[in-house]
């Protein structure tokens, strides 16, 4: 019955990330899907407002340089909050509380995840699996004499691959010195042992064991046919494995920091916030902002409808006003002809009254 964790596992060097120089860190919060959809988005926001309120905001018009700048400068300013109040329209004012809300979660999240990576103290294996060791053609280091070595010849290693050893001391100077200066990439022994090595302070800083890629039956007692004890030994066994007396033991005999293959290599490091979380965000922003649009777009068709229809209704009216204008003047251009010619009648029949009577007198 075995009396202890079983399986295979490695031992590897452990790099410390926060004591190496790492540029442009403060892209690793935000993949780079989330990166591209965040700055769409802003470009997007800056367009509807400047659709909205270039009709009527006198900040939005003017030349083209002024009005791509005011609308750009009005986006991501947001980012910190400092777009000030040259927003007139209440459908541009709806934009805008939605897009800072979006801004401020990114913001604060944002915020969270750079500070984790800033302040965690990053530790990661120099190895994370077996199948790179054999691409990279890497020496692996075993325990001599230990079954691990045909475990490796048939995992595919060639016997010039692999090098034994039998002291942890060992282990330790050939994980320091790499396959590149005479050492190995990494250890492969059982669990117990490798337990042993990184619960030792020396060594618990400095290496890290994998979980486990192959297991094992375990260590076990061995005893003589037929030996009476068997029994009663077996279901001790049990009784300190399943119960807190198995854990005690562990951590007495190898310390409060022992690994075991089921929390071996915590990630500490701070997963980079993806497109997946903030996607319902965005469709509602997209949304609301595609809603604004529309309706100013109403808006503007409406109002063009309905002054289009005014001057057709005000047409047929001016239009009747001026044919009575035109048929009142013709009347009275009517009526003074008459008159003329009544007048211009009685004046030939006066003269022509006069012009008899001189005649007559003078006869």
Not at 125 to 138: F, M
Not at 143 to 157: A, C, D, M
Not at 204 to 212: A, G, P, S, V, Y
Request: contains cysteine; neutral net charge.
């Amino acid at each position: 019955m075995p009396y202890t964790e079983s399986g295979v596992s490695m031992l590897v060097l452990a790099k410390n990330e926060s004591e190496s120089k790492i540029e442009w860190v403060f892209l690793k919060p935000l993949t780079k899907e989330l990166w591209f959809a965040t700055v769409i988005f802003f470009l997007f926001t800056a367009l509807v407002i400047w659709i909205i309120e270039h009709p009527r905001n006198m900040e939005y018009q003017g030349s083209n340089t002024r009005q791509l700048s005011t609308a750009l400068y009005f986006a991501f300013s947001t980012l910190t909050f400092s777009h000030g109040q040259i927003i007139k329209s209440p459908l541009s004012k709806i934009v805008v509380v939605i897009w800072c809300f979006v801004v401020l979660v990114l913001v604060q999240s944002y915020t969270a995840s750079f500070s984790s990576i800033l302040t965690v103290k990053r530790f990661k294996p120099s190895v994370t699996y077996l199948d790179q060791l054999l691409n990279n053609g890497d020496y692996v280091g075993y325990q001599e004499g230990s079954f691990v070595n045909s475990f490796l010849t048939r995992r595919g290693f060639s016997e010039r691959r692999l090098r034994s050893y039998t002291k942890k001391q060992e282990y330790a100077e050939a994980l320091r010195k790499g396959s590149k200066n005479g050492g190995v990439s990494a250890i492969v022994d059982e669990i117990p042992y490798l337990t042993a090595i990184v619960s030792d302070p020396h060594y618990q800083k400095e290496f890290q064991m994998l979980k486990r890629i192959y297991k094992t039956p375990g260590f076990g007692f061995v005893f003589p046919p037929g030996f009476p004890l068997v029994h009663n030994l077996s279901t001790a066994m049990l009784d300190v494995t399943s119960g807190d007396e198995g854990s005690r033991m562990e951590t007495k005999w190898f310390g409060a920091e022992a690994v075991s293959p089921s929390n071996a290599i915590p990630n500490t490091d701070s997963a980079p916030l993806t497109l997946r979380s903030f996607s319902g965000l965005f469709i509602i922003t997209g949304c609301i902002s595609t809603l604004m649009l529309m309706i100013r777009f109403s808006m503007s068709i409406l109002a063009n409808y309905t002054q289009i229809r005014d001057s057709d209704v005000q047409s047929p009216d001016v239009g009747g006003r001026n044919d009575a204008h035109e048929e009142s003047n013709q009347a009275q251009n009517s009526m003074g002809c008459i008159v003329v010619d009544i007048h211009l009648h009685e004046v030939r029949i006066g003269s022509s009254q006069d012009i008899h009577g001189s005649v007559e007198r003078a006869s």
